[in-house]
């Protein structure tokens, strides 16, 4: 049973892991990018209750998956910039 639950959890860890991975990389947008911390922290909190919903397989996630296609579609040229923007950062410290 001990096994059992444990590997349970180690999948459930696995897939919220990917998914958090997939989705950041696409929702991407740094605190600089809002006008304000309340906006950037909201901004957040959306992110990180699509990881949720996902994961956790809710009535919502399919049409949330949907939306990180089709943003990510429709934002790619910024996503990159922001990645390479990222990178750089990462790389002077």
Do not use: H
């Not at 096994?3 to 696995?14: A, G, K, N």
């Amino acid at each position: 049973v001990n096994l059992t639950s444990r590997s349970l959890d180690t999948v459930q860890c696995e897939k919220d892991t990917s998914w958090r991975r997939r989705i950041i990389s696409v929702f991407n947008k740094g605190e600089k990018d809002f006008p304000s911390l309340l906006e950037y922290n909201n901004y957040l909190e959306e992110v990180e209750d699509m990881i949720y919903a996902i994961v956790n397989e809710e009535p919502a996630a399919e049409e949330i998956k949907a939306r990180v296609k089709e943003y990510e579609q429709e934002n790619k040229a910024q996503i990159v910039i922001r990645q390479s923007q990222r990178a750089d950062e990462e790389r002077s410290i």
